[in-house]
């Protein structure tokens, strides 16, 4: 069997070292997400996403830096919460194809920044052990063998978490660092040969401070060296370092009427350093104001013959600063992102949470900037309209993914997280292309969401730690979208809401009516009180896209309505099936009696629950699901058996048929039904086995039983035969995923492929569902949903034999 990655979606980690955009050459935007470290091309005009996930930290990565190096060979740093540091090599001159040649464990606690030098072999680590590593890479011209030295650790003192770090050359012989973080001083040293030795303290913010970025105030090398600090005090600050024994003009900048009360607080006494070949000032350049909360990143750029500054702030929006010629006065030329009067009625529907990363692209022309969804937005300046316009960027889920469920059709996909959001996911097809994007978010939600399944092309449900599961329908703006850019036929749009928003203070989605751009919608009401919740009104211009949704749409206006609210049971909802007709809704939570471990059953017409639940399992019934014909629903649970329940006459009625109370040897994490004509199924098991079973007239036979390496916690049957075979694939708690064929005639004998190291997730594989109405032909697809927090749809091919 060939498999191979077909679309990949996974979000950013909020921390502002956490990536990198490499302007060496390879143009890769490389970001830390979970555990992993990933690879996205942001100029890439078949807007592919993700290309590659680079598994082997065993913790969240912290801080990436691209090394300066040849263009033809990429290096990449990347440090994290497993103490540790990887360097990656590009293999062959394949973008996508990065190996770790070197793990570095010198730091005792979390990496939290690498700070690197273009021109020189030296970088620096921090880390929340209160220490700043300097560090040598010894390599060859074309970087084939790669060695580290640990040249020098700074203790800080007094203690504190260094946040941020940034190196410059200060003159032919000495290099600066500057360390700052969880104190408001910044800490300057210069290297003395190869050491470094603390210089000068400088002192103004008042928090923690965040972004630091060196840059020469000219091309010339000779030019003064400007320092960019920004802190959650809400300001930026910009000094100056000189180099001789006079001191330079005093910045026209600390004049700005803006500053008003600040001058007096403004302290310019210079501070001295000295290299081993000369002695320069280091002075207070200029104070610049705008922002509104914190300020996370700052980044130099000379573009255009202009020095420019790049800031993003937890207030949603991104800031280009530039120097005014006249006055020396520095402005915010350029303010992207979200006005914060738009923030909408709940952090739901509304803010996005601020920015946490923003990167140049290398040829300074476009901006990326990550938010706290764990979305990528990017803008590019347009030099015919003199203006930045937003541009598709990719998204994912912030947290680990619990499960996922293909429409019925296996037009879309729906994945549901721990990060309280369910996402659909699906192909925008356009001439000559087609690439995977997240075109709605129907449900954003207060509690962490378990289990999803659809209940028609335009219906799903999701379970949740709330005790109770909720019903949501498609929206017209999404079925438009949907049609008009993915070739989804939806019918009968006609009688749908246009929209859904989440009421002030409520958990649940209402649904409501678009207004035209044109129509007034407070015009006549006298008492303020009156007048409609802006959040709640909506125009029809936001629901129409020529291309995917950005993120600022997807967080606010492409919601589903809620429809029902299933409730019954006791504890948080563990999985959830819907029969293959439609019209029942099987349900289990979290259970350690037997009164709690039933299985509750609905049915979708009334939404009443059909009475008595299922009684047989003593502990949390883990999995769920209906036969192709309806005829059995197979549930399986951590008190290590499976049952197999039987619809009588009366269709909504399931008495138990068969059980095993043995299954297993440990408990039962999955189960999944086969489509052979003889009623066959598959449990998967914590005593890392998959036992296929077939129900013949009188018993439950055991056909064949597969090994893997590690606990068995997710399996799914293809839903065809394919030649006069059964395909099923299964997902381990390491996060390999194997993908089996066993033949219809002779069950025992299963042929398995494991997908490779380069392409599997980095962690437990939660569900995996093969994508309906591929008939017959050869070329499968599953989507896989992982703790890694990413959604994968694979591409598998069974080669005819």
Not at 209 to 237: M, N, V
């Amino acid at each position: 069997m060939n498999i191979s990655p077909e679309f990949v979606a996974i979000g950013g980690n909020r921390n502002p070292a956490a990536a990198d955009w490499d302007v060496y050459g390879s143009g890769i935007l490389a970001f830390g997400a979970d555990d992993c470290v990933a690879l996205w091309n942001p100029q890439d005009e078949s807007l592919a996403g993700v290309h590659a996930l680079l598994t082997g930290h065993t913790k969240a990565v912290n801080a990436v830096k691209f090394f300066p190096s040849p263009s033809s060979v990429s290096v990449l740093l990347s440090g994290a919460s497993d103490h540790t540091i990887r360097i990656w090599r590009s293999q062959d001159n394949d973008p996508s194809r990065y190996a770790c040649v070197k793990t570095v464990s010198g730091h005792t606690n979390s990496v939290t920044k690498i700070a690197t030098l273009p021109g020189s072999d030296v970088f620096a680590s921090g880390s929340s052990d209160g220490s700043v590593k300097i560090w040598k890479l010894i390599h060859d011209e074309s970087f084939t063998t790669i060695d580290i030295e640990l040249v020098q650790t700074i203790k800080l003192s007094p203690r504190y978490f260094p946040l941020i770090l940034a190196l410059a050359q200060l003159d032919t012989k000495s290099m600066v660092l500057a360390v700052a973080g969880t104190r408001p001083g910044i800490q300057i040293f210069v290297s003395h040969d190869s050491q470094f030795q603390l210089s000068a303290t400088l002192t103004g913010h008042e928090g923690w401070i965040r972004a630091l970025d060196f840059t020469r105030e000219s091309a010339d090398a000779c030019g003064d060296l400007l320092l960019a600090s920004a802190s959650q005090d809400k300001y930026i600050r910009l000094w100056r370092f000189h180099q001789g024994s006079e001191l330079p003009v005093a910045s026209s900048a600390l004049n700005d009427p803006a500053l008003g009360g600040f001058v007096k607080s403004l302290s310019n006494k210079p501070h001295w350093i000295e290299s081993t070949t000369s002695k320069h000032s280091i002075t207070f350049e200029a104070l610049l104001l705008g922002h509104e909360d914190w300020i996370y990143t700052a980044s130099w750029r000379h573009r255009d013959g202009k020095l420019q500054l790049l800031s993003v702030s937890e207030d949603n929006s991104l800031a280009i600063w530039e120097s005014d010629p006249s006055s020396g006065v520095w402005v915010c030329i350029t303010r992207l992102g979200e006005i914060s009067g738009q923030k909408g009625s709940t952090s739901a529907t509304g803010s996005a949470g601020g920015f946490w990363i923003g990167l140049w692209s290398p040829d300074s022309n476009s901006v990326v900037s990550l938010g706290r969804t764990g979305s990528w937005r990017k803008w590019t300046y347009s030099s015919e309209a003199d203006m930045w316009t937003q541009q598709v960027a990719i998204t994912g889920h912030a947290r680990e993914v619990r499960g996922v469920a293909w429409s019925r059709d296996g037009s879309y996909l729906l994945s549901t997280s721990q990060d309280q959001t369910t996402r659909l996911f699906s192909e925008w097809k356009r001439e000559g292309a087609s690439s995977w994007h997240e075109f709605s978010r129907p449900q954003i939600h207060g509690y962490d969401l378990n289990c999803i399944d659809t209940i028609s092309d335009s219906q799903f449900l999701t379970g949740a730690d709330e005790k109770l599961l909720r019903v949501f329908d498609e929206p017209r703006g999404v079925a438009d979208m949907l049609s008009k850019l993915c070739n989804i036929e939806s019918k009968g749009t006609e009688n749908l809401p246009d929209a859904a928003n989440i009421p002030v203070l409520g958990l649940s989605n209402k649904a409501i009516q678009a207004v035209g751009d044109d129509e007034p919608t407070d015009e006549g009401i006298e008492d303020e009180r009156d007048a409609a919740d802006p959040a709640s009104i909506i125009r029809k211009s936001a629901l129409e896209f020529s291309h995917p949704p950005f993120e600022d749409h997807l967080a606010r206006h492409l919601l589903w309505p809620e429809t029902e609210k299933l409730y019954g049971h006791g504890y948080e909802i563990s999985t959830v099936a819907v029969s293959r007709d439609g019209s029942l809704v099987a349900t289990a939570c979290r259970a350690s009696s037997l009164d709690h471990a039933v299985i509750r059953l609905y049915d979708t017409k009334e939404w009443l629950e059909v009475k008595p639940a299922l009684k047989a399992h003593s502990l949390t019934v883990t999995s769920l699901q209906f036969s192709p014909d309806d005829k059995y629903l197979l549930s399986v649970g951590r008190d290590r058996q499976w049952a197999v329940w039987e619809r009588s006459q009366e269709p909504e009625l399931y008495t138990l048929k068969h059980s095993n109370p043995k299954g297993h040897s440990r408990m039962i994490l999955n189960c999944a039904w086969t489509p052979l004509e003889q009623p066959t199924f598959l449990t998967a098991g914590r005593d890392k086995s998959v036992k296929i079973w077939q129900i013949t007239d009188t018993e439950v036979q055991l056909k064949a039983t597969i090994t893997a390496d590690a606990s068995v916690t997710a399996v799914a049957s293809c839903g065809k035969v394919v030649d006069d075979s059964t395909l099923f694939a299964f997902g381990t708690e390491t996060g390999r995923i194997g993908v089996a064929r066993a033949k219809t005639e002779s069950l025992d004998s299963v042929e398995v492929e494991t997908i490779s190291d380069m392409i599997s997730p980095a962690k437990t594989v939660n569900q995996i569902v093969w994508r309906p109405g591929r008939d017959g032909s050869q070329s499968q697809q599953i989507a896989v949903a992982t703790d890694d927090s990413s959604v994968r749809v694979y591409n598998v091919t069974a080669r005819a034999k």
